[in-house]
């Protein structure tokens, strides 16, 4: 795997940080492009609630990694980002900057989802070229080994840091394949971004893009997780982050449910949110 791509004199430009770049640049794209569809923004609103999910992001990713591996020195590492504590402080953000750039916040977030999925899909590209946040060992014909991915793929740190169940007949040097998690996510994430795209073109209901993305990334992620190589055991067989996609799969249900009354009377959400 690569895990510099090139220096800016003292400073180590990784694939991940490319991709993470390319991730904010293509959600700023995709975010105008909606904002100009639905007639509710401009390029330099998309500008500023980029900008805020870009610091809020970063922080949030940082600070779950922290709290996840109970060490505060991680916040100092360039390395660990966690897609749910970015997704969280991101979009209180970004929710801040809406409210004070006075935007219509449904529509908004309408506007947001398709871009939100394709950089999420971008981002795990970047992953896969460092080859972190990999799956378990697997005898598929796609299966990937990473010698030199974050950790590398030997049955030594497939036991310790993910607590996977090999043979004693596996010696601790052996490199394995192992699903590649990340690129299931990114095609995941494509098939959600032409979902959102669709639906704001063809005029869903002012909420239904976004809660249609949200709830879609939620279900990949936790599907996905099923065969992550990962030790963070939550709730019985569930991970944290399984957890917490249960959690937004219920949120964006009730969501769904209680905006069904302006769905079907045709008026924008926001309007029928101000007349409760």
């Known amino acids: 795997m690569i895990q510099e791509l090139f220096r800016l004199g003292p400073i180590s430009i990784s694939p991940f940080g490319v991709m993470l770049v390319a991730a904010f640049a293509v959600g700023y794209w995709r975010l105008s492009w909606g904002l ?16 805020a999910a870009g610091v809020g992001g970063i922080a949030g990713a940082k600070i779950y990694y922290a709290i996840l591996y109970h060490d505060w020195r991680l916040l100092l590492e360039r390395s ?16 801040w900057t809406v409210r004070r750039r006075r935007l219509p916040l449904w529509s908004t977030l309408d506007a947001a989802a398709p871009g939100l999925a394709l950089g999420y899909g971008i981002g795990r590209i970047g992953c896969f070229l460092v080859g972190d946040d990999y799956g378990r060992p697997t005898t ?17 740190y497939l036991r310790r840091e993910f607590g996977v169940d090999l043979p004693a007949s596996v010696p601790d040097g052996q490199l394995l394949a192992v699903h590649p998690t990340q690129l299931y996510e990114t095609l995941a994430a494509l098939v959600v971004f032409a979902v959102g795209t669709w639906l704001i073109v063809r005029r869903a209901p002012t909420g239904r893009p976004f809660l249609a993305v949200l709830g879609l990334l939620a279900v990949e992620r936790f599907l996905v997780e099923i065969v992550r190589a990962k030790d963070d055991r939550f709730l019985g067989p569930l991970t944290l982050a399984q957890a917490i996609s249960l959690l937004l799969i219920a949120i964006v249900a009730v969501l769904w449910w209680r905006t069904r009354a302006h769905v079907a009377g045709g008026a924008p959400l926001e309007v029928a949110e101000a007349r409760r």
């Not at 509710?40 to 500008?47: I, K, N, R, T």
């Not at 598929?140 to 030594?156: H, Q, R």
């Open 36 to 51: 100009k569809r639905l007639g509710v923004g401009d390029s330099d609103d998309a500008s500023s609630i980029v900008f």
């Open 80 to 95: 660990g980002l966690v897609w749910y504590g970015g997704f969280v402080l991101g979009a209180l953000a970004v929710l």
């Open 140 to 156: 598929l014909p796609w299966g990937v080994e990473f010698p030199n991915g974050l950790p590398p793929t030997t049955a030594y």
